[in-house]
C-alpha cells in the first residue's frame, strides 16, 4: 500500500545516491522511452494500428460503460468510509473530488497522487487522520477484491495455467488476501494497543497523540461492521466489473478471452507502475501485459492493441477530472468550500453498535 505521507512520487524520502539516481526525471524519462522502445520493437506497430482502426465500437461502449460502474462503485467503497469518519460532501462535491483524484492519479506511480488528492481536500475539515484512514480502508478494500478474484480465477484455470504452477498463483493469492485481512484486522484493533502505549514515557504519549485520530477511526469501523462490510464489498465488486470491461475491450479487438484470464495478468502488469525509473511505469507494464497475453496463446499484434485501451480505459473519466480542475482553479475565488458536517477533533463520530 503507498500511502501519500511517507512517498514521493514512488520514492522514499530518505534515500541514497542510486535511489536519487533512480527516481530522478531524466532517469524516469529514459525508463519510459526504453521501454516503449522495446515494445515497438516487439511488435508489428503497423498492424497493431489497424487492428485499431478496425475496433468494435459496440465493445468499447459496453467497456467504458463497464469501466465507469467500476469507478462508481471505488467511489463508495471510499466514501462510505469517509462519511463514517465524520465528512459528509454533497454528491456533487464527492463525485468532482473523485474524478479530480483520478485525474492525478494518473500521473504518479500507484494512484498516489490520487490518494494524496484525497486526503488533503478532506482532511482540511476532518482532520488528515480521518481522511487518511478512508483512504486506506478504500486501498485495502480494492486490494481484497484483486486478491480474491485472482484466486477464483486460478482455481477455475488451473488446468490452463499447466501443472507446473499447479496450485501456486490460487496460493499466492489466497495468501495475498489473508495477509490484506490481517493487515485490516490489526488496524481495528490498533486503536486499543495505543491506550496502553499512552499511559508510558512522554514520547510514547506524544506518538500515540499523533496517530490517534487515524487509529481511532478505525476503532469506530470496527464497532460498525455494516459500514466495513459495505466498503469491502463495494471494492470486491468493483474489481469484478472492470474485469468485464476488460474482457469488453478484449473483444473490441477480436480477443475472445474470459475475465478469468485479466484477474491474473492485469495485477502482475500493474506492478510495472511501481517502477521509479519510468513515468507510472509507462511502456513496462504494456510490455508486461503483452508478454502474458502472449503467453496465453494471444498474438502479441492483438495483445499490444489491447494494452493501448487498457491504458485508455479511464480516460474519459481522467480527461473529466482534468477539466473540472482547471474550472475549479478558475472559479476558485468566488466559489464557496463544500459544506462539511463539523466534527469532534479527537474521537471518531461512530457511536457502538446495538447488541
Do not use: K
Request: proline content about 5%; glycine content about 14%; hydrophobic content about 50%.
Amino acid at each position: 500500500m503507498l500511502i501519500a505521507s511517507t512517498t514521493v512520487a514512488g520514492c522514499p524520502r530518505r534515500r541514497g545516491l542510486a535511489a536519487s539516481i533512480l527516481c530522478s526525471t531524466p532517469a524516469r524519462a529514459l525508463g519510459t522511452a526504453l521501454g516503449l522502445l522495446l515494445l515497438v520493437r516487439a511488435v508489428n506497430v503497423p498492424a497493431a494500428a489497424r487492428e485499431l482502426a478496425d475496433v468494435r465500437p459496440g465493445w468499447i461502449a459496453a467497456g467504458t460503460a463497464l469501466t465507469g460502474v467500476s469507478i462508481c462503485l471505488g467511489m463508495v467503497s471510499w466514501a462510505v468510509l469517509l462519511r463514517g469518519s465524520g465528512a459528509c460532501l454533497d454528491p456533487r462535491s464527492l463525485v468532482s473530488l473523485y474524478l479530480r483524484a483520478l485525474f492525478v492519479g494518473q500521473l504518479l506511480p500507484g494512484g498516489v497522487g490520487g490518494d494524496a488528492v484525497r486526503v488533503v481536500e478532506t482532511g482540511r475539515r476532518t482532520g488528515t487522520g480521518r481522511a487518511l484512514a478512508a483512504v486506506v480502508g478504500g486501498r485495502l478494500a480494492g486490494a481484497l477484491g484483486i486478491a480474491l478474484w485472482g484466486a477464483v480465477a486460478a482455481l477455475s484455470m488451473r488446468d490452463r495455467l499447466g501443472d507446473s504452477l499447479g496450485y501456486l498463483p490460487a496460493v499466492v493469492a489466497a495468501a495475498l488476501a489473508l495477509a490484506i485481512l490481517l493487515a485490516l484486522t490489526t488496524l481495528l484493533c490498533s486503536d486499543t494497543l495505543l491506550r496502553r502505549l499512552g499511559g508510558g514515557g512522554g514520547l510514547l504519549r506524544r506518538m500515540a497523540s499523533a496517530i490517534r485520530p487515524f487509529t481511532g477511526t478505525f476503532d469506530g469501523y470496527a464497532h460498525h461492521p455494516r459500514l466495513l462490510v459495505a466498503s469491502l464489498g463495494s471494492g470486491v465488486v468493483s474489481w469484478g466489473v472492470n474485469l468485464l470491461a476488460l474482457t469488453a475491450l478484449g473483444h473490441a479487438v477480436g480477443i475472445g478471452t474470459n475475465p478469468g484470464v485479466f484477474a491474473l495478468v492485469i495485477p502482475i502488469s500493474l506492478l510495472g507502475t511501481l517502477a521509479p525509473f519510468s513515468v507510472n511505469g509507462l511502456g513496462l507494464r504494456e510490455g508486461i501485459l503483452v508478454t502474458l497475453l502472449a503467453h496465453d496463446g494471444i498474438g502479441t499484434t492483438q495483445a499490444a492493441s489491447l494494452s493501448l485501451l487498457v491504458d485508455l480505459q479511464v480516460l474519459p473519466f481522467a480527461v473529466a477530472g482534468a477539466v473540472i480542475w482547471g474550472l475549479r482553479r478558475r472559479c476558485m475565488a468566488g466559489e464557496q468550500t463544500p459544506a462539511v458536517e463539523p466534527v469532534a477533533t479527537v474521537l471518531p463520530t461512530l457511536e457502538p453498535a446495538a447488541a
